[in-house]
């Protein structure tokens, strides 16, 4: 291989792993939050904070797990497009991401549908959620559920970009 064509690869590998990143970044904006609930702080909460389970095991599995798994998928995007992904297993981590990303953006996709549905009165609340619903917390959910539909695209996009490459090409970044 020439100096000339592994430059254009590098190139192209680098034009092409941002999938990653904005993938490891939206995992990462996903984290963060649930570490601050877990201590405590509501800020960002989607609904009332304050009747939300605190000091349980479903605290601890909400908050303090799912940040965990948050940062784990961030390391799993970053494998995706960092040199040292390359030493996994590139078919597992491909399936294993593009599984994840059919879920996550189908989630987020679902709960939008859902929003959709509620606001043409086609569905209503049940009583025990409609309070929920109403809350003026309740805003943050777009966010949220719009930051699984850009995690998913975004990690299926680098998955895909990752197994196309194949082994002997793939993806390179500075």
């Known amino acids: 291989m020439t100096a000339a064509t592994t430059a254009t690869m590098v190139r192209t590998a680098g034009r092409q792993a941002w999938a990653g990143y904005v993938a490891a970044g939206a995992a990462l904006a996903y984290a963060a939050p649930h570490f601050w609930w877990g201590a405590g702080v509501g800020a960002t909460f989607p609904g009332d904070f304050a009747s939300a389970p605190h000091g349980t095991w479903e605290a601890a599995i909400g908050y303090w797990v799912m940040g965990a798994v948050a940062v784990a998928g961030a390391v799993v995007a970053l494998a995706l497009v960092r040199p040292w992904g390359r030493r996994l297993p590139r078919r597992t981590l491909c ?10 953006t189908l989630w987020g996709f679902t709960y939008f ?27 943050w959910g777009l966010f949220w559920y719009g930051l699984f539909v850009l995690w998913g695209l975004m990690l299926g996009r680098a998955a895909w970009t990752r197994l196309r490459a194949g082994e002997d090409h793939g993806v390179l970044s500075r």
């Not at 549908?113 to 805003?139: I, W």
């Open 95 to 104: 399936a294993l991401s593009l599984t994840a990303s059919v879920g996550m």
């Open 113 to 139: 549908a859902m929003q959709g549905l509620l606001a043409a009165g086609r569905v209503v609340s049940a009583p025990a959620f409609a309070a929920k619903d109403a809350h003026p917390q309740a805003a």
